[in-house]
């Protein structure tokens, strides 16, 4: 069975940083990229990070600009989001994912199979 498992989430400042975890379980690590997604109250979910596992390809969200990194520890089957220079409006819901591709990495929430349970992250300012 698939599990994904978020967690790091919290209450920080603007300005601040945090680093979400995503501890995959179930499937061999290479076979799926992760994505790092998130909602809002009343909003979409949006993209904001993947990794293809088996290669380090990494993308962003366009609204990233910089602020977040993405990364993985194949040894320990977990994906990061390393987060600085939070703002208020990152304040969200985020999700890890893992999904495949044909073509290039997933970036479409309806490419990915499994979903963690997700965790808080809210900014205060």
């Known amino acids: 069975e698939v599990q994904l498992v978020e967690s790091g989430g919290g209450l920080v400042q603007a300005g601040g940083s945090l680093r979400l975890s995503c501890a995959a379980s179930g499937y061999t690590f290479g076979d799926y990229a992760i994505g790092w997604f998130r909602q809002a109250p009343g909003k979409e979910r949006e993209g904001v990070a993947y990794?293809?596992?088996?290669?380090?390809?990494?993308s962003y969200g366009n609204f990233v600009k910089g602020r977040f990194t993405i990364s993985s520890d194949n040894a320990k089957n977990t994906v990061y989001l390393q987060m600085n220079s939070l703002k208020p409006e990152d304040t969200a819901i985020y999700y890890c994912a893992a999904g495949t591709s044909l073509r290039g990495i997933p970036v479409s929430p309806a490419q990915y199979d499994y979903w963690g349970q997700g965790t808080q992250v809210t900014v205060s300012s």
């Open positions: 990794i293809s596992v088996g290669d380090g390809y990494r």
